[in-house]
Structure formats: structure tokens, C-alpha cells
């Protein structure tokens, strides 16, 4: 895997042999509005977990739309905020990380970059992915860490 501080350019060669070989191009939205778009119902299961299984949550949000209500709301910078700046980038960094794990042999994979630009992470390889596989690398990282990771702190009793 390959370190690299911008998204590769896609390989216009390797596209055109590949649709010639009956691959199917996915397809993507086109742009950053439809992309967010359609993640809203995401964001809204995620909060939704949040909100119902990690009760320290429940009271910072209860005070804000009470403040909010009140014409207001008052913002702290402390240590604790710094420490979630902090894990947020670890959260990006390991994001990414389980994109890659389903890659095959993404750590000798020379086909396999990865990188933090200033509109998040990002993994991309051309190497041969099967249906199942590219599913599996979409989905881990949403699973792993908006669901399995949030109820397992929950029910250790572990809350940020």
C-alpha cells in the first residue's frame, strides 16, 4: 500500500481494457451535493444509534436546543474537545484502513494508495475486486466503527 497526498488519476488505459473484458462501471454520483444527499439516511441511523445507546449524548444535546430555545448556546474549547479533534483524525485514519483491509494484499500491493487530502481520506487501488469484495470494503468501515464500535462502548459502560 502506497502513501500518496492526492487521489491517483484513474487509468484510462486499464478502464478501456476492462470495459472491453465486460466490467461494468459503478456508478457514482457526480458531484459533492448528490453525494451528501444520499448519505442523510446514514447520518440519521448513525445519530439515531448514538442518541438511543450512548447516554452521555443525550444531556449535551438536551442543553444545547434548551440554549438554542434561549436565544443561544455557549461553545467551550478544552482539553476534552481537543482529545475529539484527536480522535476524529485517528477515527479518518482507521476508516480508511478498514477500506483497505479487503483489498487483496493490500499491504504488499503496490495497485493500492491511501491518503488524507483536506476533503477527507481516501483508498484506491486498480487492483481485481469481485462484486462481493468492493461491497465488503464499502460497508466495513460504516459497520465497524458507526455501529459494532458505539454499541460495544455502550455496553462496557465506556462512553466519550
Known amino acids: 500500500m502506497v502513501y500518496s497526498k492526492k487521489i491517483p488519476p484513474s487509468d484510462s488505459n486499464l478502464s478501456m481494457t476492462l470495459l472491453d473484458n465486460g466490467w461494468v462501471k459503478i456508478k457514482e454520483p457526480q458531484n459533492l451535493f448528490i453525494t451528501v444527499m444520499i448519505s442523510i439516511p446514514f447520518m440519521i441511523i448513525n445519530a439515531a444509534i448514538l442518541i438511543l445507546f450512548v447516554p452521555p449524548i443525550k444531556i449535551p444535546l438536551s442543553e444545547i436546543l434548551e440554549q438554542l430555545d434561549n436565544g443561544g448556546f455557549t ?9 475529539y479533534i484527536v480522535a476524529f483524525f485517528v477515527f479518518l485514519v482507521a476508516h480508511e484502513l478498514l477500506h483497505a483491509v479487503f483489498i487483496p ?7 493500492t494508495f491511501w491518503g ?33 464500535l458505539p454499541l460495544i462502548f455502550s455496553f462496557l459502560g465506556i462512553y466519550c
Open 116 to 148: 488524507i487530502t483536506p476533503y477527507g481520506g481516501f483508498v484506491s487501488t486498480t487492483e481485481e475486486l469481485s462484486k462481493l469484495q468492493f461491497f465488503l470494503i464499502s460497508i466495513t468501515p460504516f459497520v465497524a466503527l458507526s455501529v459494532i
Open 105 to 111: 494484499d493490500f499491504i504488499k500491493s503496490r495497485k
Open 75 to 83: 461553545f467551550v474549547i478544552d482539553i476534552k474537545l481537543l482529545l
